[in-house]
C-alpha cells in the first residue's frame, strides 16, 4: 500500500519487493516525480512506463473510484487467446488494471496507446529467463497484484522425440513451464496477500498424445501439475488450469501450415476439418473464460485442469 506523506508517496515496487519513495517538486511551473530508492535495489530504469495512468499517484484515485477493479497480467496478450483476454477484461465497467507482456511490440503499443491510463507492456521473450525475472520490476501497482493468466505458448518446431535435439525440448519446457515458476515465484507474496489466482492456458495435448507434438503436450501437462502443486503449497492462491479446446489462432495456421507433415494421418485429417468445417472456436469463448477466472476463479476450482465449457465453469461463460 502506498503511504501518503506530505509532498511525497511510497509505493511498492513489485518485482523486487521493495518500497520507493516519490517526492513532488515545482520548479518552474513543471512538476516532476523524483524516484528514489530507498534501499540498495538494483532495479534498471525500463524505457517502458512503469505506472498507471499520468504518475505514480494516479492508482489511488483508481482504486478509490473503481473498488472492483483488479490488478492482471496477461501473458501471450498479442494475439489469439491472450489477446480476447487482455479485451474483455478491459471491456470491464470494473476498470481493470492489466499488465501485457509479449513479443510483438506494435500490438502491445496499440494496447498502451488506446488504454493509456489501464495498461503497462512488457514486450520480451519468454524464453529468455533473465526477461521474465525482471519483467515486472518497477512496476507500480499500489503493493497489490490479483492474478496472473498465463496464457503465452508455442508448439516448438513439432517434432518427433527420435528427431528432437535436447536444445529444441529444453527451450520450448523454457517458453511454456520455467517461465511460468519464475513469474510465479518472483510474484507470489503479492498474489498471497490479495488471496490472488493464477489461471494457466493448459491443452487438451496435456492428456491426448499426438504424434511430433511430444513436447507440447509434456509442457502443458506440466502446467497442469504446477497447478496441482500450487494448490497444496499456497492455500492462499487459486490456480487453475484452463484446455481452450481447438481455437482458430495463428497457432492452428501454424498446424495446418508449417507442422502437418510429421503428424499421423488421423491427426492430419481432424485439423484440417475442423477449420474447413467452421469447428475452430473464436478465441473470446476460452478467452472471456479464462478473464473471469483471473478476476473471480473460487477457491474450490484450485489445482483442476478443466475445459473452458466444463459446468463447473457455467458462472464464468459470458459472452
Ligand atoms: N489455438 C488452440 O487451438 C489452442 C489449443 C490449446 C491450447 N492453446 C494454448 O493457448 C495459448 C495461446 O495460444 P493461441 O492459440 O492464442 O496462439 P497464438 O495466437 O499464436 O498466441 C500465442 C501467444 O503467445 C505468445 N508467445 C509465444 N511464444 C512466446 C515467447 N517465446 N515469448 C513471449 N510470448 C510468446 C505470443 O506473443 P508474441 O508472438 O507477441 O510473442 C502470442 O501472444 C497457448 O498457451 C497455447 O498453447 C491453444
Not at 501473458?75 to 487467446?81: L, Q, R
Not at 507434438?213 to 501439475?225: E, F, L, M, P
Not at 474450490?300 to 463447473?312: A, N, T, Y
Request: charged residues 20%; proline residues 4%; positive net charge.
Amino acid at each position: 500500500m502506498p503511504l501518503s506523506r506530505g509532498s511525497c508517496l511510497i509505493n511498492y515496487d513489485l518485482c523486487s519487493s521493495r518500497f520507493l519513495w516519490y517526492c513532488q517538486h515545482s520548479v518552474g511551473g513543471w512538476k516532476i516525480q523524483r524516484k528514489v530508492h530507498r534501499s540498495t535495489s538494483t532495479c534498471k530504469m525500463s524505457t517502458e512506463k512503469n505506472y498507471f495512468g499520468s504518475s505514480p499517484e494516479y492508482i489511488l484515485k483508481h482504486r478509490t473510484q473503481y473498488p472492483s477493479s483488479r490488478t492482471i497480467v496477461v501473458s501471450g496478450a498479442t494475439a489469439g487467446i491472450g489477446l480476447a483476454i487482455a479485451n474483455h477484461l478491459l471491456s470491464s465497467s470494473d476498470q481493470h488494471l492489466l499488465i501485457l507482456a509479449g513479443r510483438k511490440v506494435d500490438v502491445l503499443n496499440d494496447f498502451q496507446s488506446t488504454n493509456p491510463d489501464r495498461v503497462i507492456t512488457r514486450a520480451g521473450d519468454m524464453a529468455d529467463l533473465g526477461f521474465v525475472q525482471s519483467m515486472l520490476r518497477g512496476v507500480q501497482c499500489d503493493g497489490r497484484l490479483d492474478a496472473l493468466a498465463l496464457n503465452h505458448g508455442t508448439l516448438g518446431k513439432c517434432l518427433r522425440i527420435g528427431q528432437m535435439e535436447g536444445d529444441e525440448w529444453d527451450r520450448t519446457f523454457r517458453i511454456n513451464v520455467t517461465s511460468c515458476v519464475v513469474l510465479i515465484k518472483e510474484t507470489l507474496p503479492l498474489l498471497r496477500s490479495a488471496k490472488g489466482r493464477i489461471i494457466f492456458t493448459s491443452s487438451g495435448a496435456a492428456t491426448n498424445a499426438y504424434p511430433s507434438w511430444g513436447v507440447y503436450g509434456a509442457t502443458k501437462a506440466a502446467i497442469n501439475h504446477l497447478a496441482m502443486t500450487l494448490k497444496n503449497e499456497e492455500p492462499d492462491v487459486t490456480t487453475v488450469s484452463i484446455r481452450p479446446g481447438v481455437v482458430d489462432t495463428a497457432m492452428q495456421m501454424d498446424i495446418r501450415e508449417k507442422f502437418l507433415h510429421n503428424m499421423d494421418e488421423k491427426d492430419q485429417q481432424k485439423f484440417l476439418s475442423a477449420k474447413s468445417d467452421g469447428k475452430l472456436l473464436p478465441p473470446e469463448k476460452p478467452g472471456n473464460v479464462i478473464a473471469e477466472l483471473a478476476v473471480k476463479a473460487k477457491k474450490e476450482l484450485s489445482g483442476l485442469f478443466l475445459s473452458w465449457d466444463d459446468p463447473q465453469l457455467a458462472e464464468y461463460q459470458v459472452e
